[in-house]
Nanobody, 116 residues
């Protein structure tokens, strides 16, 4: 059974940094594209960043561009999101996602709160 578990969220002051992690199990994740999404209270889920199955290509959303780095380990079952210069508007639950063909899997999310 595929399982994604995020960690690394917390409370940080504006301008600070956090590194989120996602550990994947139950599949061969080197074959999956993976990404991060976030959802603020009362808002729609928003794309943050994505990385190809090889790690050779990365993409980021406009709202975080230049402030985040997405990466994955060579085995493919660890996904990371380094976030710098955090802003109060980055406050949200951050979700890890894995995609293979027509299948997608989500983690339960980790809360990031940025105080001003």
């Amino acid at each position: 059974q595929v399982q994604l578990v995020e960690s690394g969220g917390g409370l940080v002051q504006a301008g600070g940094s956090l590194r989120l992690s996602c550990v994947a199990s139950g599949g061969t994740f080197s074959a999956y594209a993976m990404g991060w999404f976030r959802q603020a209270l009362g808002k729609k889920r928003e794309f943050v960043a994505a990385i190809s199955k090889t790690g050779g290509s990365t993409f980021s959303g406009d709202s975080v561009k230049g402030r985040i780095t997405i990466s994955r380990d060579k085995a493919g079952n660890m996904l990371y999101l380094q976030m710098n210069d955090l802003k109060p508007e980055d406050t949200a639950v951050y979700f890890c996602k894995a995609v293979l063909g027509g299948y997608e899997y989500w983690g339960q999310g980790t809360q990031v709160t940025v105080s001003s």
